[in-house]
């Protein structure tokens, strides 16, 4: 059985499109969050003939971004994990037919390995995404995160038993 694995710039484009997915969720959701404790304080401050700043002075930057990156990851956790876990994809990989896999068997990758692979992300991101750039490189196409979980990313047409 021949495979072909999936390389780093197909790959980026499909993380490009999951994070822009995230992003847009989380933002989404910061803001429905924001907004129902804006108003539940504005009602607070106008029942005591005081005026609420206008929503967007109401919110320090610094702690929007701390909300932000936490609805991030709350999204991602799944998003990742149970994406590569049950259907072995991800909105990003999908269109361009990457599927994640064992890299012993080339079949479904277990919670485990999908666990340790959304956990190793972080140290593919240091340095400067020096994990990320060994897919470049490494002769399977493997980023840190996927040598440490023992997965390997494909592209589900070249085969057929996964």
Not at 17 to 32: K, Q, R
Not at 48 to 57: G, I, T
Not at 108 to 137: D, E, N
Request: with cysteine; charged share 10%; glycine share 6%.
């Amino acid at each position: 059985m021949s495979v072909r694995y999936a390389g780093f710039w197909i790959r980026l484009i499909a993380d490009i499109i999951d994070s822009l997915v995230l992003t847009a969720l989380s933002w989404l959701l910061e803001y429905i969050l924001l907004g129902m404790v804006y108003g539940v304080w504005a009602l607070y401050m106008k029942m005591h003939a005081q005026l609420a700043p206008p929503f967007s002075d109401a919110f320090n930057p610094f702690y929007l971004q701390i909300v932000n990156v936490g609805l991030y990851f709350c999204l991602a956790f799944p998003y990742y994990v149970w994406g590569h876990f049950y259907w072995g994809t991800t909105l990003g990989k999908r269109p361009f037919n990457i599927y994640v896999v064992s890299a012993d068997t080339l079949g479904p990758i277990t919670i485990k390995q999908s666990m340790v692979r959304f956990f190793s992300y972080l140290i593919s991101y240091l340095p400067f995404c020096a994990g990320f750039l060994m897919a470049a490189i490494h002769p399977k196409k493997q980023g840190l995160h996927e040598l440490v979980a023992g997965t390997v990313s494909v592209n589900r047409s070249s085969f057929r038993e996964v």
